[in-house]
């Protein structure tokens, strides 16, 4: 008896362990709805399941209806919308109309009240300067229906100039974005050479009525690479996440200067984090830590810095390879715990996720945090994508377009972390892009941009849908992950 005993307990332990570990505790997807095919640039959810998103619709011919617009040329005509989830329609909907040719590419809420980043413009030759301003607009959910209450311009010398990242904390509104002007372009205030590439982070004070604007820095970006990685307030700092890219490594080191943080030997690319302290009506630059790699995303919660990127010829947060013209790594994916009460210090863990190489298709494009737990977010295309002792596999890997959504949840344990399950897309499509990720209560809500390829359906958990061919859709869909 002892005997058959022991054999049914290494038996049910052995159909335990022969689980697939990428299904480990994984939740289901739950509450997926295709929500209109509209190119979203931003979203955010609610407690309620409603979902705020801003997005830009290009403008082709006379057909909008209106007549004053309808004698514009082609541009690009700016919303803001709410969808409901207890309608499953758009509860209300409202243009942002100050040009020709507006985006809207920010968006951040608080309660009943939504603030929107954007910029306008005319189509001038990009000699030309001053004509293009970003804007910030404050509206109010009324339910059914939404008001504008302001709009709030912050000029720009430059002609292309786009808000990036939007962050708002208490009553302060941070925006981060980028410029570019023709080569010799010149300033119709002082006539001086305006940089042709530029980046700058600028503060807005909001009000009921109004939006004053406190301080705006600007900084030149004359790398032959240089873009925007995230943007985050907390406590009266803000964080920045920048990344560059060059060719010749002593053309670099004499713009090191200009840059924000030295850079290292032995990489292309390099990622530079950067504290910045609001110090009311100006700005203080508290310290600037710089790796090699991309950064992708990034959040910070209490003390800590969750940093997620892609590696580049040398490993983030490691010595340099010697000799200093190392060949390229394989571009893994990682996520690394950094603390922020000591900039300069190793970070207490780094994960990497072998295997996912250059390909911009794999990439962690999104991460939240609660307490101990930490949530990921990305796609991937390789045939398997594996994390920790998880392995994610594809559900076909001959179908080279394809890509994948996946979520993850790991436990951060204070000196190391490991991956408790992962969720995924369940079936193959043609490069999906990850359109938003909110840890909303106990739910993760995620919002997927799918694009149709040969009829190819979208398969999220035990529901399915078909896309037709080329033609984007959203589907909406939410992670219960408990308490």
Same mark, same amino acid.
């Given at each position: 008896m002892k005997h058959l005993l022991l054999w049914l307990l290494l038996l049910a332990g052995a159909l335990a362990n022969a689980q697939t570990p990428a299904s480990r505790q994984a939740p289901d997807w739950e509450g997926i709805e295709?929500?209109?095919?509209?190119?979203?640039?931003?979203?955010?959810?609610?407690?309620?399941?409603?979902?705020?998103?801003?997005?830009?619709?290009?403008?082709? /011919?006379?057909?909008?209806?209106?007549?004053?617009?309808?004698?514009?040329?082609?541009? /690009?005509?700016?919303y803001v919308a709410k969808w409901s989830a207890a309608t499953h329609q758009l509860a209300w909907w409202v243009p942002i109309q100050h040009s020709q040719d507006d985006y809207v590419t920010g968006l951040a809420v608080q309660g009943d009240t939504l603030y929107v980043a954007g910029s306008q413009g005319l189509r001038h030759s990009l000699e030309t300067t001053g004509t293009r301003s970003v804007f910030i607009t404050r509206l109010l959910d009324h339910g059914t229906s939404a008001s504008v209450c302001w709009t709030q311009q912050l000029r720009v010398a430059n002609a292309a100039t786009e808000v990036r990242f939007l962050a708002l904390a208490g009553s302060s509104l941070y925006l981060a974005g980028t410029s570019q002007t023709a080569l010799n372009s010149r300033s119709t205030q002082t006539g001086k050479r305006v940089p042709p590439d530029s980046s700058f982070l600028a503060k807005v004070t909001v009000h009921a009525s109004t939006g004053t604007i406190n301080w705006r820095h600007t900084w030149p970006a004359d790398l032959h690479y240089s873009d925007l990685a995230g943007l985050v307030a907390q406590g009266g700092k803000v964080y920045?996440?920048?990344?560059?890219?060059?060719?010749?490594?002593?053309?670099?080191?004499?713009?090191?200067?200009?840059?924000?943080?030295?850079?290292?030997?032995?990489?292309?690319? &390099?990622?530079?984090?950067?504290?910045? /302290?609001?110090?009311?009506?100006?700005?203080?630059?508290?310290?600037?830590?710089?790796?090699?790699?991309?950064?992708?995303?990034?959040?910070?919660?209490?003390?800590?810095?969750?940093?997620?990127? &892609?590696?580049?010829?040398?490993?983030?947060?490691?010595?340099?390879?010697?000799?200093?013209?190392?060949?390229?790594? /394989?571009?893994?994916m990682f996520l690394a715990k950094l603390p922020l009460t000591r900039p300069t210090a190793p970070p207490r863990w780094a994960l990497r996720l072998p295997g996912t190489g250059h390909s911009p298709v794999n990439r962690l494009k999104a991460v939240a945090v609660r307490g101990r737990q930490v949530y990921v977010a990305g796609t991937f295309d390789r045939d398997q994508l594996s994390l920790g002792d998880l392995v994610v596999g594809s559900a076909n890997p001959n179908f080279l377009l394809a890509g994948k959504l996946f979520v993850a949840q790991l436990t951060d344990a204070g000196a190391t972390a490991h991956f408790d399950w992962t969720q995924r897309q369940n079936q193959d499509t043609s490069t999906p892009d990850l359109c938003a990720f909110d840890l909303v209560g106990t739910r993760l809500f995620v919002l997927g941009h799918f694009s149709g390829f040969s009829d190819r359906p979208v398969l999220l958990g035990t529901q399915q849908f078909t896309l037709p061919p080329y033609a984007d859709t959203l589907l909406e869909s939410w992670l219960p992950v408990g308490n």
């Open positions: 295709p929500l209109p095919g509209y190119n979203v640039a931003a979203a955010t959810a609610t407690t309620t399941g409603d979902v705020y998103f801003v997005g830009n619709r290009p403008r082709y /011919s006379k057909s909008d209806g209106d007549p004053e617009r309808a004698l514009l040329p082609p541009g /690009s005509d700016a920045l996440a920048t990344n560059t890219w060059q060719e010749q490594t002593s053309y670099i080191e004499t713009k090191a200067t200009r840059q924000l943080g030295t850079l290292p030997h032995g990489a292309n690319h &390099r990622l530079h984090l950067t504290q910045f /302290s609001d110090q009311g009506a100006a700005w203080h630059l508290d310290w600037t830590r710089t790796e090699a790699g991309v950064a992708t995303a990034f959040t910070v919660a209490d003390s800590v810095l969750y940093l997620l990127g &892609r590696e580049d010829a040398d490993r983030a947060f490691e010595a340099p390879h010697s000799p200093t013209t190392a060949p390229a790594a /394989s571009g893994d």
